[in-house]
């Protein structure tokens, strides 16, 4: 079963925002993964998750040492972006797949179609497009297992 919520932010704020608001729904466990061009909101959504998770830190992407560890009061908040890996061997030989595995953690990955094959059957989506300068469109997609 798929739920799907479809969103227009007119600034960064707004997305933020939303996500920041999106974030209080989250349960250890939870995986996020992120689609989108450079540029199209996905950093800007984490920031708002981190935010509302209570994250102090300011929230940078990892593109280039891949993964960012926070501390939650419970649990552990992983930022993970993709961007640089170049195949699945890449991918397996950071950890990432032991990262997902442990279910005391909140996820997110961003270019997550480099893992398309290894995605769980319950996960939430989050697909970002560029509409204009300050303007995106944000689709959430919660997958449940069946």
């Known amino acids: 079963m798929v739920k799907e919520e479809k969103y227009i932010t007119e600034n960064r704020n707004e997305t933020v925002l939303l996500a920041e608001k999106f974030s209080k729904n989250l349960k250890l466990g939870d995986r996020l993964f992120f689609y989108g061009n450079l540029g ?6 984490i920031q708002g998750l981190a935010k509302g998770l209570g994250i102090k830190r300011r929230i940078i992407s990892p593109t280039f040492i891949i993964v960012r560890h926070y501390a939650l009061e419970a649990g552990n908040f992983y930022h993970i972006d993709l ?37 769980p059957e319950k996960r939430i989506e989050i697909h970002c497009k560029y509409l204009l300068e ?6 959430i997609r919660q997958y449940e297992q069946n």
């Open 40 to 45: 199209s909101g996905k950093t800007t959504f």
């Open 83 to 119: 961007y640089r890996t170049q195949d699945k061997l890449d991918i397996l030989s950071l950890g990432i797949d032991e990262i997902l595995d442990d279910k005391e953690n909140i996820i997110s990955v961003e270019w997550s179609e480099k893992i398309t094959d290894s995605l």
């Open 134 to 139: 300050n303007k995106r469109e944000i689709i």
